[in-house]
Structures are given as C-alpha cells and as structure tokens.
C-alpha cells in the first residue's frame, strides 16, 4: 500500500472497472472554445477599453471646454457598466462559464450576492449616520486628529517616513505646514538670515501657492475645471479661484464663506446645530465646541470654520 | 492513508514519453470515480477559490466605496494625480495576455504543445510588462514624489485633509492585486516549466493549465474594475 | 445499508486491511506516516487533539478570569489594594492587575474563537466523518487538507508565541484604534493578528474541501435528501467560511498594514473610520457565529435520531434551515454595532436580525418533536443532546432582547451578552462537541467509555455551567460591563456564584477527561455499530479500515430510516422494527 | 484635610457640598430597591419613560421566551420519561413531518418577531432623540477618564471614594430634567451607559455621537443623611484599555436649588494651587499620583525641577514649558520605565489650567523653595484620597 499523493489510477483503455458502462470516457463534456471566438472576445473587450478611457476624457474634455459640469454619478454608472460588461465577457468565455455546468455561473453568482450585501449595508450606516441627528455624522477634523500617530513602532524602521507628532493635526495639514516653515526658512537663508522673519513667511506663503498652482497646471488635468476647485479645500480657505492666467492666487476667501462655498464640507460640518440639539439658531450652545478641536489652535482648521458663527 | 493508491498497470507504451508526468501516462486519484470527475472536482474547488479572492478584493473595494461617497473631494483630487495613459496601458495588457492564457488552455485541449508554451510565455512576459510599468511608471515617481500612503504622506501639495486615505486604498488596491498577479505568473511558469519538460498537458490531462488560467482571468477580472474606479472615476 | 458487492471490481475491495489505526512502520515510522499523511480520519484525529488542548489552553484562561472576579478589587480605608489576584507581589497600583486580566481574557477570547471554536467540529469531527457518512474514499482534496492542517498548527504556533511573549490585550475582536496603538512598542498584537490571519486560511481551505466532497463523492444512490443532516449542516458551514473568511482576512490584512505602516483606514487619527473596521469584523465574525454552532446543530440532529431510534421530524426544515441560517448570516452582522451605527442601519439591522429566530425556532421544534413516540436511551450522548436543546434554547431565546433594539442599547457590552453567546456557543456548539466526541468515540478509537462516568461529566457540566452564566444575565441587566477587571460592590454576589460555577464545569471536563484517558488504555473493545446508527460511518469496522469501507458503498435507504431498517451489525433482538402493518410515512 | 476654600455653608446640603468632599466609604452601594422579578433584573425599576419602556419591553421578552421555554422543555422532559427505552421493545411508527404542524409553529413565531422589533425601534427613537431645549451637557472621553462639561463651562471637581475606587468624579444634574449629551472620545472608542437610563451610545474619536435622557423626580425614598439626592452610575462599556473598569462615574440628581449651588461651588477657587489640585483630580489622578507611588504615570511629588531622563532624548530639568510639553504632547519625550500611554491634551485642556497644574506641581516639589510652613504649601499634598482616609 504505497502512499503515493500523486494521480495515478490508470483508466485501462479496454476495460475501466471504475466506469463499466463506459459513461465517464473521453471528455466529450469539455468545450472547446474555438480560436476566433476568442479573438473576437478579445477584440471587443479592447473596443470597450477604449471607449470607457475616451468618455472619461470626453467629460474632462466637456468641462474644459464648455464649462458644462456633468454629474458624477454619471461617470461612475457608465464606467461600473462597461467594466460589468467587460468582465461579463472575460466570464463567460474566457473563463468558460457559459459552456461550464450552471454549478460553477451559480457560485460565483451567490459570491457576488454576498459582495452587494457587504458594500450595500456597510454604506447605508456610514452614509446615513447624520439621518436623524446630523450631529453624529459630524467629523471633528476633516483628516483626523493626529492621536496615535506618535507610537512608535520600535521593530519597524521609519528611516524613510519618521512618523511625526503632528500635535493633533490632520497628517495633509502637518505636511503643508511643514513645507511652509521649509520654504520660509529657504527665503530666510537667501537673504542671509538664520531665522525667517514675517516677511519670509510671506514669500514662502506665497512661492508655496505658485507651486501649488503650477502643479496643478503642469499636470494638465484642470486649470478651467471649477467645480474641482470648489471642492479644493485648501484652495478655498486661503485663495480664491486661479486668475486668468490660471497660476497666480489673487485674493483670499474669508473663512466665513467656506462653509457656504463648498457643498460638500459646509453638508457635513455645519450639521451640527439642527436637529438633535436645538433648532438651528442656538449657536451659543455649541460654542465651546471647537474647544475640544485637538486642532483649534491653528487658523486653518476646518472644523472651527465651520462651527465658527459667521458674527463670531 | 486512504485514497490515492499507486495502481499501476502497464502503460500502452505506443509512442508515449516514459515520465509519468507525461499527459497520456496520468491517471486519476483513487477516490474519485473517473478522470472527468476528478477534473469537474478541481474546477469547482478552484471556482470556491475564486470566490475567496473576490471576497478578499470586495474589502479594498468596500473601503473605496465608502470613503469616496463620504469624501468624494479628496477621491477626486487623487485620482487626478493618476495617469490614465498607464493605466489604460495596464489593462491592454492584462487584457492581452488574459487571451493568450485562453488560447493556452485551448492549445492544451487540442494537443498543441508547441502553442501552449508560446502561449505562457506571452503571458509570463505580460505579467513582467504589468509589474514593470506599474513600479517604474506608477509607484516610484509617486513614491518620490510624496504621494504614500498614511503617515508616510510626505506631499504638502494636497488638495484634501484626507488625501493620505485615497494614497492607502490606491496602494493596498494596487499592491495586492500586484501580489495576485506575481502569484499568477508563479502558477503559469510551473505550469509552463512542467509543459515544457514532460509535455504533462494534452486533451485529457489539462487540470492544472484550466486552473491557472482561471485565476489568471481573475486578476484580470479585477483590475478591469480597478481601473475605471482609480484612474477614470473622479 | 448493504453495500453492493462489485465482483467484477477487485482492485477496488479492501478485505485484508487493517485500521487506520494500526501502525506500520515503528515508532519513527509512525510519527512520520501521521505527518504527512492525508488520510482524512488521522487528520480529523490530530484535529481533534489539538483542538481540544487548545480548549484548554482558552479553559484556564477561562477559569483565571473567573478567580480574578471573585471578589471586586477595593481600595480600603488604609489605602490597601485587596481583592486583587493578578498584581505581582509589590505592585502599587491597580494598573498591573488590569493589565494581566485585560490579558487573560483576551486569550481565553481569542484562543476560543480562532483556534478552538471555529475549527472544533468540521475539522476534527467533520473531516473524520464526512467522507465516512457519504460513502467516499475521502475528502476531495487530500493533500489539501493535510495542508489546511499545517496551517492550522502554524497560525497557532504564531498565537500560542505572541501569548508567550506576553500576551496581548486588545480583546478577540481587536477594535480599532485601541488595537493599532496598544503595546506599540511589541510584535505581539502583530504576532495575534496574524495567527487570526493564518488560521482563516485553513478556515477556508477546510471549507472548500468539503463542499466539494459533498457535491462530488457522495456514494451512488445518496441525493441530496439521502445525505444525514450533520452533512447537511457542515455543507452550510462550509459555504459560509468560504464566503465570509476572505473579508476578515482582507480586515486582518488592513489592521496589520495599520500598525505598521499606519496607512489610516481604520485610523481616526488619520481621517480612517473605526466603524468601518466594525463593519469589516462583523460581516465575517457573524456569519462565523454560525460557523461555530450549525456543526452542533448538526451533531444534534444526529444524536436525538440515533438514540431515541426514530426519524428525524422534518427532515427537510431541518436541512434548508441550515442553508437558510447561512443565508441570513450575512446580513445580520450590524446588530453587534447598534451603539456605533446610525439609526437607519440599526433599524434595518435589528429587523433583519429577528429572521434568524425563524429558522432556528424551527430547528429547535423539529427537535423535540423528534422525541415524541421515540425509543429514548438516556445515555451521554443522549444527556449532551437534551442539555443542548435546554441551553441552546436559552440561548436562543435571549437573543431577543439583544435583537430589539430599544433593549439592546442598555444590554449591549454586558454580561448579558457574555451569558447569552456563552449560553450559544458553549451551551451549544461546546456541549454538542462533547456529545459527538461522546456519540463516535466508539467508532474512531474503537474503543467504549464508561458510560455511568460519562453521564455524571454531563450532569457536572449542566449544573456548573448554568450557575455560571445564568447569573451573568442578571449581572448583565443590573448594569455590569463587560471585560472589566474589577467592578462595583453591588455586583459581588453574583459574581462569586458564577466563579463558583466556574470550578463545577471544571470538574465536569475532568472526569470527561480521565474517562477518555482510560476508554484509551483498558476501554472494553466497541462493536462496529454500538449505537445502532444508519448513517454509513457505521457501516464500516470500529476503527474504520484505511480505506474506510471494504466494498464500494451503494446507498439504499436513508439515514434515518429506523422503521423500516435493521442497523447494519446490529441483530434485530437489540434492534427490533415496529410492526409493518402500517407503511411509514416518509419525506 | 484642607478646609475647601469654598466653605459650605450651613444652608447646603453635605451630599452636594463643593470640594473636596470626598469622605472615604469603603463598601457602600447603591440601592436594591427594585420590586419583584423586575427588581431582581435592574435592581431599580426605570424611572424615566425611555427607561420604563426598555423594562416593559424586556419583560415582554422574558414572558414570551418563558411560555415557550417551559413549553418545549416540559414536552422534552416529559417524553423523555414516558418514552424511554425499554429493551426488546420498538418505537412505534410516527410521522416524518407534518406540514401544517411546521408552518404554524414557522409562521407565528415570526410574526411575534415583527411585534418585538417595533416596540424595540419604537424605545430606540425615544432615547436617541433628545427633547428640545434639554440641558446640554459635552463629554469627552479619554483613557481613563469622563470629562463632563457643563453649559457654562464647568467641570465637576467633586470626588469620592465609593464601592471600591478612588477618585469618582460626581456630576450633579439637576431633577426632572431633560438632558442631552454629546459626546467625543480623544483617544480610543469607548461608550457612556448610564445603567439607570438603560442606555449606552459609543464615543468616538473625531467624531460626534449623542443621546438624551430625563434625569428622575426624586421622592422622600431619596433622602439621606446629607441631604436628598440619588446617584447613579455611569460606565466605560466599550473596552478601552488597562483601567477599563476603573472608568466610571456618578451622576447625582439633586434637587434644582442644590444644582445651582453645586455648580457655583465647582467654579475657580483664586488660588492656582488649589485650581491645579482640581484639575489633577479631575483629569490626572487616575495615572497619576501625588504621593510618590508609581502608577501608569510617574508620581507628581516632587517631579518639579528634578532632572527626568527619558526613553529617546537627552535629560532634562522639568520646568514650566517641559510640563506644558509634556501635557499637550506626551509622546515626544517618554520618562524611562514608562510606556507612551497617556493621550495628548492638545484642544483638550485650556491654558489657564496648565498654569493652575503647574503651580499645584511647584506646591508638591521639593525642588521648589515652599512659601511658608502652613497652609497651601504643606497640607495640599496630603490632600489625597488616601491622606483623607487616614484621617477619617
């Protein structure tokens, strides 16, 4: 009784005592999927592959070029339904599933079932946790607080990446700060001195801004895209919209307007006072709140511009 | 042990290769009742497997979900800082080679040696073209630039406190459907190696060659929803 | 169940083979040959022992707990720490003390969960008898079984050194963020979360297996209808493990990036979400409660239809329950997080929760109406099954406070809560474990246990179980949190009931213990077919030969069939059928 | 023990009497005085609509369950008896199923199930809303502590000793009000129960999450040597590290007139020592000491002005800004044998409280030349819990 693990049981070719009727011989059951109808798979699947990259570019291009702003959700639902397409294809004939036995379209099915219900309640709490009391759905620092972001981590080297203690600042924010403080101090040495001094900061302020903007057009994604920049949150708390040139920053936002500027972040942030804890006009009742905010020292700070009454 | 006795007739020696791997000299294991359903039965524990894995991605896909529809501003602005261009170029080729492991399993089918390992190659070299532009396009500059994940994210130019997040999901994302795509061409070149020395696939002995290749459209299968959501979506 | 003789197959009969137990090849031989084996039923019995010692392991822990809570830790007049246990000697503060019970309790959670209850059934009675009661060689995929087996022993050996190297404190669930910042300076959360990672593998490939055997070796003549219901509910399970285990796998995966690399996800100090790390955890770890108890309520099916000699009542509702359970497990998870979610995912929730009762109410009917007009032998099995359907109901049925929601928000994070999955899990999945071990003894070692020892293990274990949880459930009411080293005054009495308990269960496992350790030694030699079981493990010799069966099995009655089949060797005298006068009504 | 420097008067009951009124009681509990088998389950009966509900619907459950336990269980037994083996002796035949048996005892738990989730999302809505116009009280919770602010401002700094732990905090609320809370975690989640209101919500770092209650009428059953009042407890019911259980409060409920007295006297004292010792007790103690003995945190006494030596950085002498450091940012410098467990106070503490903290710190050190023999210098370190307990 040897016990070898690999496959060895011969089928005799005249008699296989396994199958005496003879119903398991050959594989007459296996399809094969002929060569042209693979090309012809492949070929669409490509045509598709096209087409989603030239309606994407087609939006970016309708925007720069219009103005006309398209909603997202329908670039999400035409993308999601190419690619359900696409991987529809690769399914059911490189995969084989349209020639395999039902068992196997039926698994996967039931394996898709169970990745709907995972996305499906997992986003109803999350995008509804502000439905009854918009107060729950608050974030109190756009970014996070920065707690935890100090342990280190002694097995690990962070040689590339110190994890900083960002003094309970969003880890963006932190960075941003940093390279202000970097740029002052480069201006600081240009002219000589070892300590930057107000009007450094405002050099460096305002070469940090240049680059922010160049960036922006050497990367040639935006520089008419509004609605982008209406959702720019750092843009939006210190300068207005590019001028026409699209580099220069010329004027700042004031903090009050933030809120009311962007859609998004004034939804989520302003959430606070209606609702569960009064009706909307008792600001006075949350006025301590943003002392709680691990970041209300710094001017920046989304969640104290947003709480922060505009009579403030 | 139980199933898998050595039953060893004597093999119709008429023009077959002595290996034992060789596809005409395999057998089927003791415990199932014929080779077609030894064969039926790998192929659904692989599908099983499939499952698995797109269970394991439904996770990274969850986390895209979830914080794109609760920050959709800062899923916007980092999917601008993606070219498309790689990526498209991505999927072309993944795409590709996903026909040429088709058209192995049907080389194998057939009996086509020959093709079949010309086939795995194309793949093998796919696979390469995939991680190479993926690192040397994609990840360094990206890398160099600032733009990683967590508190690894160095680039002060963020248009979005959570900016760091869409870094973390886009390397986890990416990351591990890199890691499916170096354990694929892991699977392939075995099977390729084991083509090309004992020629062990042929019509009625090619499990192994089906089974790689169906995980290898999964990991074409999931970049082809990868690729919409990271790099055309914003 | 006769088997058809296949003359004309020869090389497929095994007359002159041994037991799978016999050794062949000396001592070193021996332990080689179990080492790689792939024999399904050596490595259902390597299950077993691991399991079981892992049942240890998370038992001591268990009992350490309970010591520490004894008596509530007070700061007396003068300043004196009392009550007390774990503080090392010169310990000043209160501190250390939480530090080894946050500790100790983590690992009795985690070693339970990971290691011990979820593998318990399918892998160690599962993979002995699944192939067995479906008439086949073995499972499909031997070798990789054997493998699901290794990485079994590896994911432990990882939890088992993250525990040596001093233990970790995150609790079993590892919450974010406490679990991405605690001990920041140590591998071992690391070490924990990747042992979890690990063993969902195996999870997964065990699963697998199964279903595939299911679909594909059941032996000529089993339908779907023909197959025993244990089989019926390892197929749900398995479906679930397959379904649910990559997504904490994916979680696990995630945690580990978070405390190495801090990538945020889960991170609110980086803008992540610990909700969402909520929401990941639970939507394996409910389905995952149903992969803990659908086995025992497999084992159950079995044990009331063998030993009370009747068919099982409903065969049908019993099997799509099983599916059924395994369907709802999936959206269900969110009634864990009804203080963490919003209001309309917490009202979706805790309505989709209450379908759960529907088909475990039907089970728990089917059950006891199994019993009507049966033979019934009140012996351990038989004591483990009616303990079962005792405790599990209670079980059960306290989930409805939890399920509302309205109660939910008081009870959530209580000891009602730690008595109610206690009451499930222990009360259910450990009590029909025990009962199977009991039920087929005789058929993996071949061997008989002391019956009268047998039952007083039971009775010790009835009774120190439900005086240590039934009190948890006022303690839970009365405003007692859970996983809290120490607690106010006014929960004393309780408590020291409970730990009390504690020691009965304690002494019930032992005299289990010594009698499995005998039965081994000097047990009388068991019959082929003790119990008078219809299922096709009893067909085959007391161990099962190597091959399992001497003959190619072909099924030609169903599992249940107790009026109208004499058990295979089993005499009609011991055995007698009802008079057939009257045609039994069949499913 | 220090006299308060604002002595209660006469007119103010003991029970609500401004710091530090924190006479040592070793063993003391709170009431049993629930009736009935409610009583054995909540040890009080609800007192407020919210909780009363949750009782009633529980109850409902219990009820329910019991009916069909004892039923099934009875049957269980009961066959069990008659039916037992006999030898030689076969079971009679007996049906495989019986459909329309399974579809009632399918359809009619199932409905029942219908009946309990809306009474249960009826009671959800009821505690998750808070009344209008409700006292609006913000919680922030930190390892291992509650910090409770009141409307205006103020924190509780009133501590006691009671079943077995030191420092708990007592925040007085005022009766038959309606309060609301929201609630915010620093560091880890942890969640706010408040047994007597039999609810809990999780608090969340970074995010907002809240809940509203009405606190009791009190009634002559409240009554008590120091005056009328009723405590109940609030615990940590998410697990959140070490001192886990040691995260508890009191919520005392008190007559409106003692409310604003109690408030009045939680105000700033003048005296920055005594300021920093109440805000070592309310937001320190609990990892500090102020007595030598080490406890998560090195001891308060006598760390002013002594040379500390840490984990990763060079010694230093601890001054105003090393302290000031060291309470916004803990982690960048960590005392050896010590692990970085304390969370940054940064937005959480004000700057006027780290001056009282300091001061309080001067007043403990030996570093630091003393003022004078007497009064503020000597007897505010022994004024700790267990220098109070040696005296009493």
Not at chain 1, 110 to 115: D, E, H, L
Not at chain 3, 300 to 322: D, M, W
Not at chain 3, 510 to 523: K, Q, T
Request: proline share 6%; net charge negative.
């Amino acid at each position: 009784m040897e016990h070898s693990i690999d496959d060895v049981h011969i089928p005799n070719p005249e008699f296989d005592p396994t199958d005496p009727h003879g119903l398991g011989h050959g594989h007459h059951g296996h399809h094969i999927i002929t060569a042209r109808t693979l090309m012809t798979v492949l070929l669409i699947l490509l045509f598709f592959t096209v087409l989603t990259v030239a309606l994407s570019r087609a939006e970016v291009w309708i925007q720069n070029t219009f103005d006309v702003v398209l909603p997202q959700w329908l670039n999400i639902i035409i993308a999601m339904s190419i690619a359900t397409v696409k991987a529809v294809l690769v399914g059911a004939y490189f995969m084989g599933l349209r020639f395999d036995k039902a068992l196997n379209s039926i698994i996967m099915l039931i394996c898709i079932a169970a990745v709907i219900c995972f996305l499906f309640f997992t986003s109803i709490d999350l995008g509804n946790r502000g439905a009854v009391s918009p107060l729950r759905a608050t974030v109190l620092s756009p970014g996070g607080t920065g707690y935890g972001l100090d342990r280190t981590y002694d097995g690990i080297s962070t040689a590339a990446s110190p994890r900083p203690s960002t003094s309970g600042l969003p880890i963006a924010e932190f960075r941003r700060k940093e390279r202000l403080a970097e740029l002052a101090m480069e201006e600081a040495h240009e002219h000589g001195r070892t300590e930057p001094t107000e009007a450094d900061v405002a050099a460096g302020e305002a070469e940090f801004w240049r680059i922010y903007y160049q960036d922006y057009v050497d990367k040639g994604k935006h520089p008419h895209r509004h609605e982008h920049d209406e959702h720019n949150y750092f843009a939006k708390l210190h300068f207005a919209h590019h001028d026409a040139d699209g580099i220069e920053p010329v004027s700042r936002i004031s903090l009050e307007n933030v809120a009311e500027s962007s859609p998004n972040y004034s939804k989520r942030l302003t959430g606070l006072t209606p609702g569960l804890f009064g009706d909307g006009s008792d600001h006075d009742a949350h006025g301590d709140t943003h002392n709680k905010s691990p970041n209300d020292n710094h001017d920046a700070a989304p969640a104290d511009t947003a709480e922060t009454d505009p009579d403030h | 042990m139980a199933t898998i006795d050595a039953n060893k007739p004597d093999l119709p020696a008429a023009g077959a290769k002595s290996h034992p791997l060789y596809w005409k000299n395999r057998g089927f294991a003791h415990h199932f009742r014929n080779a077609d359903e030894q064969f039926d039965a790998c192929k659904l524990g692989m599908w099983l497997f499939l499952t698995t894995e797109v269970l394991l991605f439904a996770g990274i896909f969850c986390a895209y979900a979830i914080f794109r529809m609760l920050y959709p501003d800062a899923w916007a602005a980092g999917s601008h800082h993606l070219d498309w261009r790689f990526g498209g170029l991505n999927t072309i080729v993944l795409l590709f080679s996903s026909w040429t492991v088709a058209s192995g399993v049907r080389a194998a089918q057939m009996g086509n040696n020959a093709a079949l390992i010309r086939n795995l190659v194309i793949t093998l070299i796919c696979a390469g073209l995939f991680v190479f532009i993926k690192l040397y396009f994609e990840y360094i500059p990206k890398l160099s630039a600032g733009k990683a994940p967590g508190t690894f994210f160095s680039y002060p130019y963020a248009h979005d406190p959570h900016e760091p997040l869409w870094w973390s999901v886009y390397y986890i994302g990416t990351g591990i459907h890199a890691l499916h795509v170096l354990i694929g061409a892991g699977l392939l070149s075995w099977v390729l190696v084991r083509a090309i020395r004992y020629e062990a696939y042929g019509p009625t002995e090619y499990t192994m060659v089906e089974t790689s290749a169906l995980y290898w459209h999964l990991v074409d299968l999931v970049w082809i929803f990868l690729f919409p959501l990271l790099y055309l979506i914003h | 169940m006769s088997t058809a003789d296949r003359t004309h197959e020869p090389d497929h009969d095994h007359h002159d083979e041994g037991s799978y137990l016999t050794p062949k090849y000396g001592a070193m031989g021996t332990v080689w040959d179990w080492m790689t084996t792939v024999d399904h039923k050596k490595i259902g019995v390597m299950y077993l022992f691991a399991v079981l010692f892992m049942f240890f392991l998370g038992g001591v822990a268990a009992l350490a707990v309970r010591l520490e809570l004894l008596e509530p830790v007070r700061v007396a007049a003068d300043g004196a720490i009392t009550g007390q246990l774990f503080a090392p000697a010169g310990a000043e503060s209160i501190n250390t003390g939480n530090q080894i019970y946050n500790r100790l309790f983590t690992l009795h959670g985690a070693i339970m969960v990971f290691m011990f209850i979820v593998p318990s059934v399918p892998a160690s009675l599962g993979n002995f008898f699944l192939p067995l009661m479906l008439g086949a060689k073995d499972v499909a995929f031997p070798r990789l079984n054997l493998f699901s087996w290794y990485i079994y022993v590896s994911g432990s050996i990882f939890g088992i050194l993250s525990i040596v190297l001093g233990g970790v404190d995150t609790g079993w669930t590892f919450y974010t963020p406490y679990s991405t910042t605690t001990d920041a300076d140590h591998w071992r959360v690391l070490l924990m979360v990747l042992a979890a990672f690990v063993l969902g593998f195996s999870s997964i490939l065990t699963g697998l297996n199964f279903i595939v055997t299911t679909h594909k070796l059941r032996a000529p003549g089993m339908g779907w209808f023909d197959m025993p219901l244990f089989i019926w509910a390892i197929y749900a399970t398995s479906i679930i493990q397959v379904l649910a285990t990559p997504v904490i796998g994916i979680t696990l995966l995630l945690l580990i990036f978070e405390r190495l690399f801090k990538v945020g996800i889960f991170d609110p100090g980086l803008g992540g979400d610990p909700v969402l790390y909520q929401h990941f955890f639970w939507f394996y770890s409910h389905p995952v409660v149903y992969v803990m108890i659908l086995p025992g309520m497999g084992i159950i099916s079995e044990l009331l239809s063998v030993h009370s000699r009747k068919q099982i009542f409903g065969y049908r509702a019993i099997a799509f329950s099983s599916l059924g359970i395994a369907a709802v497990s999936f959206i269900v998870w969110g009634h864990h997080m009804f203080t963490a979610m919003g209001e309309l995912a917490s009202a979706i929730f805790s309505a989709l929760t209450f379908l759960v009762a529907i088909p475990t109410a039907i089970k728990v009917f089917n059950w006891i109406t199994t019993l009507y007009k049966g033979s019934i032998a009140i012996n351990t099995p038989m004591l483990y099954a009616l303990s079962f359907l005792f405790l599990f109901s209670i079980g059960g049925l306290t989930g409805l406070p939890l399920g509302a929601l309205a109660t939910d928000l008081h009870l959530h994070d209580s000891y009602f809560v730690v008595a109610h999955f206690h009451y499930v899990m222990m009360g259910g999945t450990v009590i029909a474990f025990i009962g199977g071990i009991h039920h087929w003894w005789p058929k993996m070692f071949g061997r008989m246990y002391n019956e009268k020892a047998g039952m007083l293990g039971c009775v010790l274990v009835f009774i120190g179980f439900n005086l240590t949880f039934m009190t948890q459930f006022f303690l839970g009411t009365q405003g007692m949190p859970r996983r809290y080293a120490s607690y106010v005054d006014e929960f004393q009495f309780l408590h020291t009931l409970s730990t009390y308990g504690s020691w009965l269960i304690l002494a019930g496992f032992l005299v289990h213990l010594f009698n499995f350790i005998h039965s081994l030694v000097a047990g009388p030699k068991a019959p082929p077919n003790p119990w008078g079981g219809l299922t096709l493990e009893w067909e085959t010799e007391s161990p099962p030969i190597e091959h399992n069966f001497h003959h190619e099995v072909l099924v030609q009655h169903g599992p249940y069939d107790f009026d109208t089949v004499v058990p295979p060797h089993c005499d009609e005298r011991d055995f007698p059928l009802p008079p057939q006068d009257q045609p039994p009504a069949s499913h | 023990m220090t006299m308060p420097p604002a002595a209660p008067t006469s007119t103010v009951p003991e029970a609500v009497a401004a710091f530090p009124a924190d006479a040592v009681a070793p063993v003391r509990t709170l009431p049993f005085d629930g009736e009935g088998l409610q009583g054995l389950f909540f040890r009080t009966n609800g007192t407020t609509d919210a909780a009363v509900w949750t009782d009633g619907l529980f109850m409902l459950t219990f009820w329910f369950s019991m009916f069909f336990f004892v039923l099934l269980m009875g049957l269980m037994v009961y066959w069990c008896i008659i039916y037992r083996r006999r030898p030689g002796v076969p079971a009679p035949v007996s049906p495989a199923h019986n459909s329309k048996l399974e579809i009632f005892w399918t359809v009619v738990p199932s409905s029942s199930m219908l009946v309990f989730f809306f009474l249960g999302f009826w009671g959800y809505m009821d505690k998750v809303v808070p009344a209008g116009g409700a006292l609006e009280l913000s919680i922030t919770g930190q390892t291992w502590d509650w910090t409770v602010e009141y409307p205006d401002g103020t924190q509780s700094a009133q501590m006691t000793t009671l079943g077995g732990r030191d420092n708990v905090k007592i925040h007085a609320l005022p009766e038959n009000t309606d309060i609301a809370l929201r609630m915010v975690s620093t560091d880890v989640i942890h969640s706010f129960w408040i047994p007597d209101y039999r609810m809990k919500t999780d608090v969340f770092p970074n995010r907002y999450t809240g809940y509203g209650f009405t606190t009791p009428k009190l009634g002559p059953e409240d009554d008590h040597p120091e005056g009328r009042y009723r405590d109940q407890w609030v615990f940590c019911a998410e697990y959140c590290g070490d001192l886990h259980s040691e995260m508890a409060a009191i919520i005392r409920v008190v007559p409106q007139a003692d409310y604003e007295i109690w408030l009045e006297n939680q105000g700033s004292s003048g005296d920055p020592v005594i300021d920093g010792q109440r805000v070592f007790q309310s937001r320190c103690a609990t990892c500090h000491s102020v007595d030598g003995s080490n406890n998560i945190g090195p001891s308060w006494k006598d760390l002013y002005g002594s040379e500390r030596s840490f984990n990763k950085a060079p010694p230093q002498i601890a001054d105003d800004n090393y302290i000031r450091e060291s309470i916004l940012n803990p982690g960048i410098k960590i005392v050896q044998g010590y692990q970085n467990q304390m969370t940054p106070f940064q937005g959480v503490i004000k700057d006027e409280e780290i001056s009282n903290i300091i001061a309080y710190m001067k007043s403990i050190s030996v570093h630091v030349e003393q003022p004078a023999e007497g009064e503020a210098g000597e007897d505010a370190p022994g004024e700790t819990e267990t220098g109070a307990g040696e005296e009493g």
